[in-house]
């Protein structure tokens, strides 16, 4: 079974730093696009950054001055790292990819995380 595993949430002063982790776990072969999505209470998911599986990177305009999206393809992992966090930025944080394959090649389709919390006081 291939999952997506989020870590590195948390509550931090506004200002701070947080690094976000997401890991596939499995026997994984390859990983399409990852993304970070966020989303607040009555709220929908919102982009925040992609990243192909060449390290192309995309954000959201309104972060990609404060937030990096990077990833170890030998970890199967995904990092966001977020600076200078603003109370807006709270949210629970979800990765998703649009495809896994693990070697035995069996495919999973839109995978998600569980999400982490990041709350961000002022």
């Known amino acids: 079974q291939v999952q997506l595993v989020e870590s590195g949430g948390g509550l931090v002063q506004a200002g701070g730093s947080l690094r976000l982790s997401c890991a596939a776990t499995?026997?994984?072969?390859?990983?399409?696009?990852m993304r970070w999505y966020r989303q607040t209470p009555g709220a929908q998911r919102a982009l925040v950054a992609s990243?192909?599986?060449?390290?192309?990177?995309t954000y959201n305009d309104s972060m990609k001055v404060r937030f990096t999206i990077s990833r170890d393809n030998t970890k199967n992992t995904t990092y966001l790292q977020m600076n200078t966090l603003t109370p807006e930025d709270t949210a629970v944080y979800y990765c998703?990819?649009?495809?896994?394959?693990?070697?035995?090649?069996?495919?999973?389709?839109?995978?998600w995380g569980q999400g982490t919390q990041v709350t961000v006081a002022s």
């Open positions: 990243i192909t599986s060449d390290g192309k990177s």
């Open positions: 499995g026997d994984i072969d390859r990983i399409d696009s």
């Open positions: 998703y990819t649009d495809r896994v394959e693990n070697v035995a090649g069996r495919i999973w389709f839109r995978l």
